[in-house]
DNA sequence: TTGTATGCGTTATCAA
DNA sequence: TTGATAACGCATACAA
């Protein structure tokens, strides 16, 4: 009874018309097989009738369904950016700003659409459904969950911004340690022997990394013939972490409110060296800062109580954000190729998917030292 | 002789392994309507079967066909946040950072996934091909492409910060025409008479609306019983479009090269200042920016030359933006409640996609001006 | 070169 | 409560 109920919609005049690819078969006098080839621009089929499917296609205005349409492919067509920070914290720094302008821009020339999953909410939805092809990690964290799950899944992942310890995944990094480590040499290639470090807290990796990068450095600076140091001197070469050490993150957070994270940066520094001057320390006479935000708060403090940058202060920033070189003065920061960093791991993930290769490396990218106005050589 | 071999695939003892759903069903010795119910926990379900389903799934790790899933529903479950103005634009703008947080955060808790569109070939592929359920517009032109074929399309859409001018289109929009006016007041109640309006070219919806304001502002304080001036002093009350018209903009583009938009503003509005006072042209006591970074570059110029804000110059940005605050001075500037202003946007595009409602609506989200310390009484 | 038939993974209808 | 099966819209191997 079934089978000729549904018969008799087909063979009978019943004249429901067909959706989708049928009915622009139907009009065009053609299979929907051939109209699936002039959609998908095969090169089997003759022009005068391609041109006819299409005329038919406009005039129905058909749209064929994306999700249908990979069905049959097994994909989804679909590549999601994720995190589990939240979206402020991802859309507001430049880090992740060139990052994904380069990512988009691999992604606008492939087939692939591009997703963003900014919250653990999300990202549960994003791994219990086969939602998306492939999956770009940003702003990770050791601790992060999903992430032995995901690495279970048998789904492509690139991870960009951060090293895990022992991972399967491949992942793009710029060389967070070596660039603490240009900071610190360039510093004391200008005669610093108090160098201090304004770094955010450790437990992020960027942080792990310069922090190492920062001691790597002071030890080479140390041990330097270029550039030797007295006993007495290498006692004043001492990293200062004083966002982790001298005040509480947490402390800080309560005050500034609303902010976000980046101005949060800018206000944690200023407080910060604000109250070493008070406290009277012996003040570093240059600072390597792990973010830029950091060295804007520094400068901003440094402004406020009468020092001159960089005659009485260096500063030495990280990231080369846009505001960089408008500053006062412009500042000496690291710079790396974002852009491209993002673009590599675009590709890495669409040949992950199409290609099926999953052999796991690691891509370091350079930092260079960009030096504008804010570093020179110690006061006397 | 097809027939039978696809028969022999099922009914012979061919074990080939069923992927999906089926394979669960199989383990599970259901069948595969009753994994469906479980999965979308359907209330009619024996609660042991539910638990041995469930723990199959677990030990299978099976993940249901996102798309597969949508299609018997005719949805994709996706609603994408599209623009013509590439990435860059809009994620380092904290006007989007703010909307896209609260559109975020709606979608969150819906079951859709969130899609980002930024350049005129996604947009394209997102038009041509049945993507997305809905779709979120944001910074628009009235001239851009697609407007009139996404019209036609009966698509879901709703515009973010701007309004079109004949559109059927549900838009929300900050309410700049008003905030203009607010800003003008402000400054013409503080007993200023020469006020410049800094903005950006006409062809944004927001600078003709900011424009608008700011002439509606000037007429306002004219006639105002409260704050009579003299014909002369009328004379003075007049705009000073700067940016459109004593420098055109693509001038200066060519100066800034790979600087954001953002950064562009900055410059352009330090290097117009810089202009004007070195033309010794007869200088507003007052600027009204249509962007805190245009009154960043403003203030930037102004502390080179030696021009104390507020005591010599006023000056009030618009968009509240995160830096605002810490500025010097803090800067004045227009606020509105963009995260809800998001939200909003993104609880209307779902009920239209869910309830099929479509009914356009224009909404308006007022303006307020948050005193800093950039603006006081003109000089003597 | 075109059409037919089959399958993609899931939901929904209906009968059991 | 459960199971069989049609349907969702499309791609493709194979036959014609």
Sequence with gaps: VVKEDRRSRKDKSEPRKASGILA????????????SRVLNKKPTVDPKICERVQKVIKRL???PHYAARNLPRGQTGNIAVATLRGSQVIFSNPFFTRLFEGFGEVLDESPFNLMFCTTPRQMSRLLSAHTVDGICLVSVREDDPFLDEMEEMELPVVVVGAYLRETTFTTFCPDYSGGAIAAVCHLAGLGHTRIGHLNGPLLSYKSQADRLGFEEGIRRAVTSPLNPLSDAERELVRPLSTLERGRPAGEVVQEVGSLTALEYLEQAAYAIFKDHLRMGQELPTAYVASSDFLAIGLLRAALEVGLEVPRDLSVIGFGDIPMASL?????TTLHGDLVEMGADAARALIQMITQERRS???VVYPLSIIERSSTGPPPP
């Design 61 to 63: 205005k058909y749209r």
């Design 360 to 362: 796991p490396r690691r």
């Design 24 to 35: 622009v078969a139907q009009e065009a006098g053609v299979s929907a097989a051939t109209v």
């Design 327 to 331: 500053l006062h003065p412009p500042l």
